[in-house]
């Protein structure tokens, strides 16, 4: 079956401009994770959600990032304002049960550039 | 707050040698550990999952071990060919959140 699908794949904007990152997570997932991945910075959890709602958000770095999921499906990341510290591999990931103990997914993420 | 370290950060080896990646953990409340491999530029490639009440899981060349009293965990890789060279990655799942280590970075030489 299909894995978790994220786009874009590559994405360059210019500073100040706001950009929308799309996850497909796995048909039937409940629960859909973001995180980021910047160098020097390793791997970092930005937000988790169960069904539509995020019962945590405190990895979201400030509050130029959003993100919203729909219809317990796709999910957006939104940066508002970029920087060019949000320079990064965004990644997203499903799982199926509830309370999120089991195996993550990932998707192939999405390289944000802004210059 | 939950820690994970990988030692060695980098790690460059002759073609045909066995070789372990260490991981270490801080918090032992976990329910599980995987190991990922991403090669350059790439997404995140699953390798082995390791559940808490496990203690090793096996995939071809690949041995992965949990001591969850501990907080390690071992990669084995017998037999290393080019093409294992990546980064690879250890994470621990506690509540419903993966943290990661910050890799170690693999070159296996022809």
């Known amino acids: 079956g299909a894995g978790v699908s994220q786009s874009p794949s590559n994405k360059v904007t210019e500073k100040g401009k706001d950009v929308e990152l799309r996850c497909d997570p796995i048909?039937?997932?409940?629960?859909l994770y973001w995180y980021r991945q910047s160098l020097g910075q390793g791997l970092e959890f930005l937000i988790y959600?169960?069904?539509?709602?995020?019962?945590?958000k405190s990895g979201l770095p400030s509050d130029r990032f959003s993100a919203e999921r729909t219809g317990g499906s796709v999910s957006t990341l939104t940066i508002q304002r970029t920087q060019q510290e949000d320079s990064a591999v965004y990644l997203c990931?499903?799982?199926?049960?509830?309370?999120?103990?089991?195996?993550?997914?990932f998707g192939p993420g999405t390289r944000l550039t802004v210059t | 707050k939950q820690e994970v370290t990988q030692i060695p950060a980098a790690l460059s080896v002759p073609e045909g040698e066995n070789l372990v990646l260490n991981c270490s953990f801080t918090?032992?409340?976990?329910?599980?550990l995987q190991w990922f491999r991403q090669d350059p530029g790439k997404g995140l490639t699953s390798l082995l999952l390791?559940?808490?009440?496990?203690r090793e899981q096996t995939s071809g060349r690949l041995n992965a071990s949990l001591d969850k009293s501990s907080g390690r965990s071992t990669l084995y890789i017998a037999a290393s060919q080019p093409g294992d060279s990546a980064t690879y990655l250890c994470?621990?799942?506690?509540?419903?959140?993966?943290?990661f280590g910050t890799g170690t970075r693999l070159k296996v030489l022809a």
């Open positions: 390791i559940q808490s009440s496990q």
């Open positions: 994470a621990v799942l506690g509540t419903y959140k993966y943290i």
């Open positions: 048909s039937g997932h409940t629960a």
């Open positions: 990931a499903s799982s199926s049960l509830t309370g999120g103990q089991d195996e993550q997914y």
């Open positions: 959600f169960q069904g539509n709602s995020a019962p945590d």
């Open positions: 918090d032992s409340a976990i329910y599980n």
